[in-house]
Structures are given as C-alpha cells and as structure tokens.
Nanobody, 119 residues
C-alpha cells in the first residue's frame, strides 16, 4: 500500500493549511490512520489519529482546538485541517496508516510534506 501526502507549504503565523493523504493499494485493510510530524534532531511525534469509521479521533495537546483530522473511506483519503498555525508547528508531516489482515498488523508511512510557519 502507498500513502502520498500533499498540501504542505509556507504560511504565516495565524494562517491555515490543509494536508491530504491519498492511499492506494490494499486500502480495504486500513484500520487506524493518523498524522505525525518531525523536526530535525527530534523524534517523530503524534499529531492526530482517526479510527476506521472516522468517528473517534485523538489529538496531541499542542494542536487540540486548532487541527481537525478527517477521512473519507470511499475515496481512501485523510485530511488534516490546520488553523491558527504557530511557528512551532513547523515540521515535516507524515501520513500514517495501520492495516490488519489475518491478525497481522502492518504500519505504513508516506514520504512526508513540509509545513513551514513563519513568525
């Protein structure tokens, strides 16, 4: 399965961006999906996750109230709406998907998209 992110870019503090992740391949087995981010020298951190049905979400405290994760299972896509962006949101954002087939769990990652927030 492949994951491709899009929508990153440069934005001023207080602005908004919308990231998208498109899944292809064995999408029927996708369970949980999520967004993670990473800055140089730091470990990758969770931003938000969403369950298979799209009715349960989880957010990092640092983005609660500003970011919204959603998914469209019919289109095999997942989005992250980011509002009120701060310079500390600057990072490479990665799409993540977990599949479960015959009780075997696999984790997939996209190639990442850069988000830069200027002050």
């Amino acid at each position: 399965m492949q994951l491709v992110e899009s929508g990153g870019g440069l934005v001023q503090a207080g602005g908004s961006l919308r990231l998208s992740c498109a899944a292809s391949g064995s999408t029927f087995s996708i369970n949980r999906m999520g967004w993670y981010r990473q800055t140089p020298g730091k470990p990758r951190e969770l931003v938000a996750t969403i369950n298979s049905g799209g009715d349960s979400t989880n957010y990092a405290d640092s983005v609660k109230g500003r970011f919204t994760i959603s998914r469209d299972n019919a289109k095999n896509t997942m989005d992250l709406q980011m509002n009120s962006l701060k310079p500390e949101d600057t990072a490479v954002y990665y799409c993540n998907a977990v599949t479960v087939v015959l009780l075997q769990r696999k984790v997939y990652w996209g190639q990442g998209t850069q988000v830069t927030v200027s002050s």
